[in-house]
Each structure stands twice: as structure tokens, then as C-alpha cells.
């Protein structure tokens, strides 16, 4: 006995080769993509910052007892918020040095967690006419900063060499106002793993 069903052909139309391999570059760009986010977890923390620092010396110095969180807020020039806990938290100082005039800050762009280590990624923020001429001329090639966790290490430290350091050196200006002190502190709700820090430049 025969049905009068046909029979349906299961041939799979094939896609050319040259159209195949972009699509698999981009499936496998998003996996990484993805893979790359869910690597760097944002962790809990709160920061201050100001424009007058006592120190001048580019620095970050890293704390995790009473006596570094006291001190590093004496480079700051007051007294320490309350709230430190050592052994549960851990907090970094990032001091930019002198600048010729205001308009300089520290902006906290995030703290994660990247695989055995905690990441604290900032830029400098300056005047909006020298970030403009910034913009029109191009700087030297962009340095990441990374440092392990030291506290009180003397000079720079966490900061590349003198001569060296990623800070795009502005173009000659007229100083507008006093000379400034730019710093900003971080306080890490957690103290199991060490701390780095990175700048990104402004482009």
C-alpha cells in the first residue's frame, strides 16, 4: 500500500565559504567578548577625591592597616573618615602630583575583580581647552600603569619611571589659578587579593 506523501528531500543548503568564515569570526568574537566581560566582576567601593593633596609627588600607595589608612590620608592633608576595617578592606591612594593651575581631577573610572586580582582603572581629567588641544595633536603612544600592592615603596610608586610616566604631558598654557594637588582615595570592600592600578589616557 503507498501513502500519497512525498517525500521530503533533508538536504541542508550550504553556505560559500567566503560568506562561512566572517560569520564565524564574528560568532567567535562575541563569545570572546562575552567571555572578557564575565571575566571582570565590579566589586564593592566607595572613593573620595579632591584637588589639594598635601603631597606633591606623583604616587599611589596601597593600605590595609589602621596605621597606612591613617597615613595615607595624611598626604591629603585631614583626617581619616571612619569606617576602615582592616583585614576586611583595603583602600588605595592615587596622588597625581603638581599641576600648574585647577581644572586637573582623578575620575575613578571602575573597580573589578580580573581573574587573581582586584583592577582600579582612573584617568586624569584636565582643563577643557587643554583636552581639546589634546584631541587636534596627536600625544605619544598610550602606557598602561600597573602596579602590585606596596605601601610607603618610596618615589612613584605604582607609576612608571620619571620621564616615563603616562600622564600625556599637556601642551604649554597660561596657568589658570594656583597650582593644584589632584588625588583620590578608594576603599575596597574586600582584602583577599592584591590591588592594581591602571590609568587610561584621555583621547
Known amino acids: 500500500m503507498r501513502f500519497g506523501a512525498k517525500p ?3 538536504t541542508i543548503p ?4 567566503r560568506r562561512l568564515l566572517p560569520l564565524c569570526a564574528f560568532a567567535a568574537s562575541g563569545l570572546l ?6 571575566s571582570a566582576q565590579a566589586v564593592e567601593a566607595r572613593h573620595w577625591q579632591g584637588a589639594a593633596a598635601a603631597t606633591r609627588q606623583p604616587e599611589h ?3 590595609g592597616t589602621i596605621a597606612e589608612w591613617r597615613s ?3 598626604r591629603v592633608g585631614v583626617a581619616p573618615p571612619e569606617g576602615f576595617e582592616p583585614g576586611r578592606m583595603n583602600a588605595v591612594g592615587i596622588f597625581l602630583g603638581r599641576r600648574s593651575g585647577e581644572g586637573y581631577s582623578v575620575n575613578i573610572l571602575s573597580a573589578s575583580r580580573r581573574r587573581d586580582r582586584i583592577v582600579v582603572v582612573f584617568e586624569e581629567r584636565m582643563p577643557a581647552d587643554i583636552m581639546m588641544a589634546q584631541r587636534v595633536s596627536p600625544g605619544p603612544a598610550p602606557r598602561a600603569v600597573s ?3 606596596a605601601f ?6 605604582g607609576f612608571a619611571p620619571p620621564g616615563t610616566m603616562a600622564t600625556v604631558a599637556p601642551p604649554p598654557a597660561r596657568p589658570t589659578g594656583p597650582p593644584t ?3 583620590a582615595i578608594v576603599l575596597i570592600n574586600r582584602a583577599d587579593l592584591p590591588i592594581s592600578v591602571e590609568q587610561r589616557l584621555f583621547r
Open 8 to 10: 521530503v528531500s533533508s
Open 14 to 17: 550550504r553556505l560559500p565559504r
Open 33 to 38: 567578548g562575552r567571555i572578557g566581560e564575565a
Open 61 to 63: 600607595v596601597v593600605a
Open 72 to 74: 595615607l590620608w595624611s
Open 147 to 149: 602596579s602590585a600592592p
Open 152 to 157: 610607603g615603596a618610596g618615589g612613584a610608586a
Open 181 to 183: 594637588s589632584p588625588w
